[in-house]
């Protein structure tokens, strides 16, 4: 318990045995490194846009594809005027021909307020067919939860310490968690019974997982500061990644699974080839910030990362030697392993859709970027403690967070923006689910 | 979207050196890589077929129906069905979804090679011992056979010729292989006589026969365009052909003139060759060597024979190249187990730090003008934050080179927990520490009575529950 104050941040470490007094002494790595100031000071404004017109090959794909007739017969006009400017600039946006302006601000509103969890959430995931939400917390449960009606539809027990990650397959149908016990567990989502083989083999906390497109695989973070990836048939590991000098805290794969990525705290990015398990590229910030989680972005050429001097930057990993393309600012992070996602915005088909970032804070907000701009499109407040988990849902505009405050919330996207957020959160206050766990006699094994 | 970092002269590497993997379970007889190139497909002695997964090099899936050694593999385009042909005289459709049979069709003859038509799953073609060949459809419950020629086909003054001993011949022959072109007009067939012939696979007429060899034709392999045949025959010599575009509307059966393009044989040990395979784009033939311990490489711009993979203590029968990687699968006699060669990717120190270069030789350093220069830290971060200007984007997708993404209709193997414990992949089971004993005959395979009839499996294995000590005692001395 005593070096646990000196440990490197940890998702769920603060609430472990005092829920009001959340700010323990800063850990000892990032005390240091602390930004004099947190502010959006340098945040850049609207810029106008420099490449007019491009791209919207017919042979490219979209991360959501909306088949559209419209769109389709657009891109094709515009392609042939296009031949005569500037050829070929690949990683441009689509041009925006006639439609809708990209909007300047996201308005999510608050709809659910989820209690049952009687620690602080530590991640937050909707599944791939957008059903379901599932969250983990210190207080070693799972709950999934329906994200359309919000009720409770599992609480999955079994883990023997707090929960600090999970993942779903592609099919939906399995949930992968990963835990402080050091076991890694996968439950099948439609009885909420757990598999009876957990992966044994960390030596330390298991702190990110993530699932391979085909489920087949599942990488594996660790406090051990080793990437296994494991063979999730026969629950073995098939690889060890000599990854990290310090905790790993993050992994994701790339979208056909040939690439992992992974973050540490000792400041480091890693890009790892799936199939050799050779180091392709590693990321390194001059600051060498703790990095405590990496995902890729949904096609996969960028990653993002959040590192403790509240800055999430996103890299190029594939140009040169790798190079980050913007820094998003404007939210505290400084103690703990934040997690965010991308999500769209912008309701037109495809080449009318931009892509934002969303990120807690530990100021209890959640703030979207607009990924080109860096512009803050909201900032949405709600949770009562640091939001350390942020998800969006695969197709709709339905984001859900989870924090601290033990509550997860899910938000939705207006389309008539309300004259004040403030006003219209007052006029239909979003219902909550379950008990509120402060009502509750205290639970006898809660404090153990 | 691993290729744009690594290495490239890793990816120009188109030839496998090294073995890097072997697959085991149970003992292996024959082997085919799904269309994707992330499954294998292997058929046993003991009439399992297993499927691999490459990325893992585990079982994704275990299929039990057969009795008998697995004699050939056959997979469908969207990597969905697996026909299976065994020694037990029939052939089975399977649904690799949720592992069930989806057709079982018995022959009254041994099974040379069974092959799924490349567009539709429900149809195949067979080559039977001392029979003629079938093609045989299985939309209905009840298949259709069709018979498919083996005479070849004579030009008329050949015919008008034709004494009574050749036509006594050619009705003597049997196909030994047949395979369908990649459109699924066409079957290849070859005969115990040498003959290639062309069958329409429509009217199962014989378009075009020309005798290759004078010996029996093992094996017939094609490249994905179907453009080249490689063709394994009995009198030691493996050839390659090219072929014209045979689903051209306008192409012409009686103007083809098949020209041998390479010979190749060994014929200073006059060796003779088990199986053949085109690499991914027909550049390269390999091929397994009877009672020789190595694979074969030839290329075939100049015909030279390139490289002998080696590494493995037994002779090689069944092998395969990977749809696109340079990645060769062979199958050991001996042990059965599936032995895999392909490049090996050095780990590259400059990927490990971003300051790290490799250098040929010694480089002198010249720094930067302002690199030591101290400025504010202020103004660095502000600098750096207003040059991240440019436009990004993160959800446009680039086109697929290859095949191994998934597209959201496709086909996508279902991932089985504990496939592993669900049998043995051995016949030997724990029972303490170091003893072990046999597997008692009939476990594991109450498959078997679902309506199969008592099999000649179990009386053979009659003798096998004898318990073992696994221990070895060492005499004191």
């Given amino acids: 318990m005593v070096d646990r104050r000196n440990s490197p941040p940890k998702r769920r470490r603060d609430d472990h045995d005092n829920h009001d007094d959340c700010d323990s002494p800063p850990p000892k790595r990032s005390a240091s490194r602390t930004p004099p100031n947190a502010s959006p000071q340098y945040r850049l404004a609207a810029r106008p846009r420099r490449y007019s017109g491009q791209d919207g090959e017919d042979s490219r794909r979209y991360y959501r594809e909306e088949p559209s007739p419209r769109s389709r017969s657009q891109s094709r006009t515009r392609s042939e005027s296009r031949s005569r400017s500037t050829p070929d ?33 530590s991640a937050v995931k909707f599944s791939p067919d957008g059903r379901w939400i599932a969250s983990c917390s210190a207080d070693c449960t799972i709950k999934i939860w329906d994200a359309r009606t919000g009720k409770l539809e599992h609480t999955l027990e079994g883990h023997l310490a707090g929960i600090s990650t999970i993942a779903w397959s592609h099919d939906s149908k399995i949930l992968a968690s990963g835990s402080d016990d050091k076991s890694i567990r996968l439950w099948d989502v439609s009885t909420g019974m757990a598999h009876p083989t957990p992966f044994i083999g960390h030596h330390n906390y298991v ?28 629950a073995r590991v098939m690889r060890s990644l000599p990854a990290h000098s310090d905790p ?51 096609n996969g050429k960028y990653v993002l990362a959040w590192t403790l001097d509240s800055c999430v930057r996103l890299w190029n990993y594939i140009e040169g030697k790798g190079k980050c393309v ?18 769209t915005y912008g309701g037109g088909p495809p080449p009318h859709q931009w892509a934002f970032v969303a990120s807690g804070s530990e100021s209890g907000d959640i703030v979207l970027w607009d990924v080109s701009s860096k512009n803050v499109l909201q900032r949405l407040s709600g949770h009562t403690d640091a939001v350390l988990s942020v998800d969006m849902h695969p197709t709709e505009k339905l984001m859900v967070s989870g924090g601290l405050d033990r509550t997860v919330r899910i938000w939705k996207e207006s389309i008539s923006p309300p004259q004040s957020a403030l006003e219209a959160a007052a006029a239909e206050p979003p219902r909550t689910n379950g008990f509120d766990p402060e009502i509750l006699p205290p639970n006898p094994f809660a404090a153990a | 979207m691993n290729l744009s970092l690594v290495d490239p002269f890793v990816l120009a590497q188109d030839c496998p050196e090294v073995i890097t993997g072997r697959l085991r379970s149970g003992h292996s007889t024959s082997i085919r890589f799904s269309h994707r190139g992330d499954l294998l497909a292997s058929g046993r002695h003991d009439g399992i077929v297993v499927i691999f997964d490459i990325e893992t090099n585990g079982v994704a899936r275990k299929l039990r129906g057969h009795t008998r050694q697995i004699q050939s593999l056959s997979w469908s385009t969207n990597d969905r069905y697996l026909l299976s042909a065994g020694q037990d005289w029939k052939c089975v459709l399977w649904d690799l979804k949720d592992g069930s049979r989806v057709r079982t069709v018995r022959f009254e003859a041994a099974i040379f090679i069974a092959e799924l038509h490349p567009l539709n799953h429900m149809l195949f073609a067979a080559a039977l011992f001392e029979d003629q060949p079938v093609l045989v459809d299985m ?39 047949t395979l369908f072109t990649p459109s699924g007009d ?3 067939a070859g005969t115990n006589k040498g003959w290639l012939n062309i069958i329409d696979a429509m009217t199962c007429q014989m378009l075009y026969s020309y005798r290759i060899a004078n010996s029996i034709i093992v094996l017939l392999r094609l490249t994905q365009s179907g453009r080249d045949v490689v063709i394994n025959s009995s009198d030691r010599i493996v050839r390659t052909l090219h072929l014209p575009d045979l689903s051209d509307p306008k192409f012409d059966f009686e103007s083809l003139q098949v020209e041998v393009e390479h010979k190749f044989q060994d014929l200073v040990q006059r060796l003779s060759w088990n ?24 290329e075939r711009g100049q015909g030279s024979l390139v490289k002998i993979l080696e590494g493995t203590k037994e002779e090689l029968s069944a092998v395969e190249w990977h749809p696109f990687r340079p990645f060769v699968a062979a199958v050991g006699v001996d042990s059965g187990r599936v032995w895999l060669w392909s490049v090996l990717q050095p780990q590259r120190w400059s990927a490990l730090a971003p300051d790290f270069a490799e250098v040929e030789e010694n480089v002198e350093y010249i720094e930067r003008e302002d690199e030591f220069d101290i400025q504010p830290l202020e103004e660095i971060h502000k600098r750096r934050l207003d040059q991240e200007d440019e436009e990004v984007d993160v959800l446009t997708l680039e086109p697929v080179k290859t095949t191994t993404e998934h597209g959201a209709g496709d086909f996508r193997m279902p991932v089985l927990l504990d496939i592993e414990a669900s049998d043995s992949e051995d016949e030997v089971v724990a029972v303490g520490a170091g003893q072990f004993r046999r597997r008692s005959p009939g476990a594991g395979r109450e498959w078997m009575n679902d309506g199969e009839g008592v099999s000649g499996d179990e009386s053979r294995k009659t003798n096998g529950s004898v318990a073992q000590n696994g221990t070895k005692r060492r005499r004191a001395g």
């Fill in chain 2, 139 to 177: 939309s209905n419950e009840v298949p259709a056979k069709h018979t498919l020629p083996t005479a070849p086909r004579r030009s008329q003054l050949e015919r008008e010729n034709a004494s009574e001993k050749q036509a006594a011949q050619d009705a003597k022959q049997t196909t030994t292989v």
């Fill in chain 2, 186 to 188: 066409h079957i290849l």
């Fill in chain 1, 326 to 343: 913007k820094t998003y600012q404007g939210h505290k992070n400084t103690n703990h392993s934040l997690a965010g996602a991308f999500g």
């Fill in chain 1, 248 to 298: 790993v805290s993050g992994v994701d794969f790339v979208r056909d699974g040939t690439l992992i990525v992974s973050c540490s705290h000792d400041g480091l990015i890693r890009v790892w080839d799936t199939a050799t398990g050779q180091c392709l590229r590693t990321l390194v910030h001059e600051d060498n910030a703790p990095v405590t989680s990496v995902i890729f972005s949904p």
């Fill in chain 1, 207 to 234: 702190y990110s997982i993530a699932f391979s497109p085909k489920g087949n695989m599942l990488v594996s973070g660790s406090y051990d500061e080793a990437v296994f990836l494991w063979d999730v048939r026969a």
């Fill in chain 2, 275 to 298: 199986a053949v395979a085109f690499s991914s784009t027909g550049e390269y033939v390999a091929a397994t060597t009877y009672m020789n311990h190595h694979v074969y490489i030839w």
């Fill in chain 1, 89 to 121: 600039r690949p990683s441009t946006p689509p041009q925006r021909g006639p439609g809708p302006a990209k909007p300047t601000e996201l308005h999510y509103t608050p709809t659910f307020i989820l209690r049952g969890h009687k620690k602080g959430v």
